[in-house]
């Protein structure tokens, strides 16, 4: 279904009935698609309730100007258009900076956390970055080649072809918006109102954001949570389902 929010259409997806609910978002251009198969192991004891954030998937609004701010505050309000109260916040990659800065907005709206392979901080560079020039040059070319640096446990053409379909339902524009947005990012100001428990999963052959990234956040966070995934790249939720989903529920 989709729920309006001022010019925005955010498509949201729910299933299952649980006394508790888990809200899951993708990073960068990744839809809440990537929760999928999660979400359908959790949904026996979990509502579990999926957004396409901004640029993604089938939700329909803009990207120009965007903000982790804004993305946010498109979140709360799609979360009080739903009539959720409270939740578990699943988010992944870049998908983490919009969950530490949405809790840290309303910190008494989420009674836990789950992080997945989240970057956290990103020094700001005199030149663009070579993936960003990709972006621009070569749009689907770019995204091949992070989807097999994002993959490399598995060399299965479905699980391939399922991360390009999701990836490339935003076009060239809003994939470098929300690209940009990491740039310079820096998440550290925002850390001690981070107070929810929080579950940090990294895969330990993430070739996209180095799994040092967790350990540090871990050490921030008074009630944060590391749990490595051995042999899991960038997207443990699509390849390793069954692991992401036991630790979810084995920690809340």
């Not at 979400?39 to 965007?66: C, K, M, N, P, Y």
């Not at 809790?103 to 663009?128: C, I, K, M, N, W």
């Not at 995204?143 to 993959?151: G, M």
């Amino acid at each position: 279904m989709f729920v309006e929010v001022d010019d925005a259409q955010f498509f949201v997806v729910s299933f299952g009935q649980g006394p508790r609910t888990l809200v899951g978002i993708g990073g960068w251009t990744g839809s809440w698609e990537v929760w999928a198969d999660v979400f359908g192991i959790l949904s026996q004891e979990w509502r579990t309730v999926g957004i396409d954030h901004r640029g993604t998937g089938a939700t329909l609004a803009g990207t120009e100007g965007v903000s982790f701010a804004q993305m946010a505050d498109d979140l709360l309000a799609v979360l009080d258009q739903l009539g959720i109260e409270q939740c578990v916040l699943a988010a992944e990659s870049s998908g983490a900076a919009t969950a530490i800065t949405a809790v840290a907005q309303q910190p008494h709206r989420f009674t836990g956390l789950v992080l997945s392979g989240g970057l956290y901080f990103q020094p700001p560079t005199d030149e663009p970055p070579p993936f960003l020039l990709g972006l621009q040059a070569a749009y689907e070319t770019a995204v091949d080649q992070f989807i097999r640096a994002s993959l490399p446990e598995t060399n299965d053409p479905a699980m391939h072809a399922w991360a390009r379909k999701i990836l490339l339902r935003s076009d060239q524009k809003a994939a470098v918006d929300l690209y940009k947005l990491t740039l310079g990012l820096d998440l550290q100001p925002l850390l001690p109102k981070i107070t929810p428990p929080t579950l940090l999963l990294h895969g330990d052959a993430d070739r996209i954001v180095p799994l040092a990234s967790s350990e540090w956040l871990a050490s921030q966070l008074a009630q944060g949570q590391l749990h490595t995934l051995p042999g899991a790249g960038h997207a443990p939720m699509m390849t390793f389902p069954q692991e992401v989903a036991a630790a979810i529920e084995g920690f809340f």
